[in-house]
């Protein structure tokens, strides 16, 4: 299936984009997060400190998704 990914914040400096469309076999969230690290192993231990949106609402890694489904990889967020 394809799905709209965005990038966010330490994420999105490190792959040097904000979005692309991904296309992965399974269809939770757990099945997409190990695509992005395949396809991106300097960020994969990044990748257990994340959030995950899909359509921007915060989703577990058990969450199904759909085709066309726009996911958001969300660092956290640290400052003071």
């Known amino acids: 299936m394809k799905v709209n990914v965005l990038y966010f914040s330490s994420i999105r400096d490190k ?5 692309e469309e991904i296309e992965f076999e399974g269809g939770s969230i757990k099945d997409f997060k ?10 994969k231990d990044n990748l257990d ?3 995950f949106a899909v359509n921007e609402e915060y989703v577990d890694l058990d969450f199904v998704v759909k085709e066309g ?3 958001g990889i969300i660092p956290p967020v640290s400052g003071g």
């Not at 792959?15 to 979005?19: I, V």
């Not at 190990?34 to 960020?43: C, H, M, R, T, V």
Request: proline residues 5%.
């Open 49 to 51: 400190k994340v959030m």
């Open 15 to 19: 792959l040097g984009k904000q979005q």
């Open 69 to 71: 489904d726009t996911i």
């Open 34 to 43: 190990e695509k992005i690290a395949q396809l991106y192993p300097d960020i």
